[in-house]
């Protein structure tokens, strides 16, 4: 197989953004604040939607990936995001 570097990585899209060796420690701790500033039941519901999407056809449990989605609109946390959207500002996620 071939190998390419970071620069075509990022111009055939297999990688959405390149950094500098000694930029890569702030643009990690950058990256992984933006992830967890997001709802929790959220990233709970991302986790397992792309963890059962890797998986086998024939293996992957999407009755589960649905209720995750499911329980997602249906929680508080998605009426927070929705109303801080509305009322441009930062949503104060809980969880629930």
Do not use: H, W
């Not at 500033?37 to 086998?56: E, F, G, H, S």
């Not at 995750?68 to 949503?91: I, L, M, V």
């Amino acid at each position: 197989a071939a190998q390419i570097d970071a620069m075509e990585a990022q111009r055939i899209g297999l990688v959405n953004r390149t950094v500098a060796d000694e930029a890569l420690s702030d643009a990690v701790v950058d990256l992984a604040r933006t992830i967890a500033d997001n709802a929790p039941l959220a990233l709970a519901a991302a986790k397992l939607a792309i963890d059962q999407a890797v998986r086998t056809p024939g293996t992957r449990d999407l009755a589960a990936v649905e209720d995750a989605a499911a329980r997602c609109f249906a929680s508080a946390d998605y009426k927070e995001g929705r109303a801080a959207f509305t009322e441009k500002r930062a949503p104060r996620f809980q969880g629930r």
